[in-house]
């Protein structure tokens, strides 16, 4: 019987075909469209999950400045405002989402485009979020708009270099 399955595990093909080359060729392949080797965008995904982490902080933090005491009639004085909540909610999908993009720049793959769009969007509706909740100072609503431009401006940045990556591994290979 001939063997001339090129991708039996045999290295002993009649057809002449080498198994080792075959697999390396295709693994390669699909290697060189994740290939990030500069790490592009680690930076920036990192920043967006220290503003992240600070959007979740923020409302607490705000509120000791203004009221001069965290457990005054700010947010543990009765209901939580809707501010504070949209605050600690896109904060902490911010860091995880900027966190996931951090780990694929760390590990040498491609920033994902998608991931990287959503936090900007994130970011975005941070700039638009206090002119349709009230907040509690003028403190909170510089706060929202300033963080929310920095996280947009970031994402928008890794998304620049996320496809600049993907293109040119694309190429390569």
């Given at each position: 019987m001939v063997?001339?399955?090129p991708y039996d595990g045999d290295d002993d093909d009649d057809a002449g075909f080498d198994d080792d080359v075959a697999d390396s060729d295709y693994?390669?392949?699909?290697?060189?469209?994740?290939?990030?080797?500069d790490e592009e965008g680690k930076w920036t995904?990192?920043?967006n999950v220290l503003?992240?982490?600070?959007?979740?902080?923020a409302?607490?933090?705000?509120?000791?400045?203004?009221?001069?005491?965290?457990?005054?009639?700010?947010?543990f004085g009765g209901a939580l405002a809707a501010n504070p909540w949209n605050d600690m909610v896109v904060g902490a999908a911010i860091a995880v989402l900027a966190a996931y993009n951090f780990y694929r720049?760390?590990?040498?793959?491609?920033?994902?485009?998608?991931?990287?769009?959503?936090?900007?969007?994130?970011?975005?509706?941070?700039v638009v979020a206090p002119f349709i909740y009230d907040t509690a100072?003028?403190?909170?609503?510089?706060?929202?708009i300033v963080v929310g431009a920095l996280v947009?401006?970031?994402?928008?940045?890794?998304?620049?270099?996320?496809?600049?990556?993907?293109?040119?591994?694309?190429?390569?290979a």
């Open positions: 063997d001339n399955d693994n390669d392949y699909d290697e060189a469209l994740d290939e990030n080797p995904a990192g920043l503003l992240g982490l600070w959007l979740i902080v409302p607490f933090v705000w509120d000791a400045v203004v009221a001069g005491d965290i457990w005054a009639d700010g947010v720049a760390a590990n040498e793959e491609a920033i994902s485009v998608g991931v990287a769009s959503l936090v900007a969007l994130l970011g975005l509706w941070l100072s003028a403190l909170s609503f510089w706060n929202d947009a401006i970031l994402a928008g940045y890794n998304i620049y270099t996320a496809r600049d990556v993907e293109e040119t591994t694309a190429a390569e």
